[in-house]
């Protein structure tokens, strides 16, 4: 009843940039901290950044100040401007958003949520 769908990914050269945009809906009451994670071929899923619902931020250092995530609140979207994209950078983006799920009125309940993914990949 809650869904999360991404869009932005794609191809990009290196020292590229993309934006990944992430829209939250369905039964929601209230959304917590939002952020986007990144899995590569072999490797374990990692945080990449995260916001609060005040707009408190926090980075993953490889990408510290190449990317920068923000949100709007009233469409219930996050976003992730990626800049100086490397080959390093290339993985499946995945966001997260911890939801208070329920009518507008009344919270039910307090789940995290995923998107399916995004394909982002970095060459030449």
């Known amino acids: 009843q809650v869904q999360l769908v991404e869009s932005g990914g794609g191809l990009v050269q290196p020292g590229g940039s993309l934006r990944l945009s992430c829209a939250a809906s369905?039964?929601?009451?209230?959304?917590?901290?939002m952020g986007w994670y990144r899995q590569a071929p072999g490797k374990e899923r990692e945080l990449v950044a995260r916001i609060t619902a005040g707009g408190s931020t926090n980075y993953a250092d490889p990408v510290k100040g190449r990317f920068t995530i923000s949100r709007d609140n009233a469409k219930n979207t996050v976003y992730l401007q990626m800049a100086s994209l490397k080959p390093e950078d290339t993985a499946v983006y995945y966001c997260?958003?911890?939801?208070?799920?329920?009518?507008?009125?009344?919270?039910?309940?307090?789940?995290?949520?995923w998107g399916q993914g995004t394909q982002v990949t970095v060459s030449s």
């Open positions: 369905g039964r929601i009451f209230s959304i917590n901290s």
């Open positions: 997260k958003a911890n939801i208070v799920y329920g009518s507008t009125w009344r919270p039910e309940g307090q789940l995290d949520y």
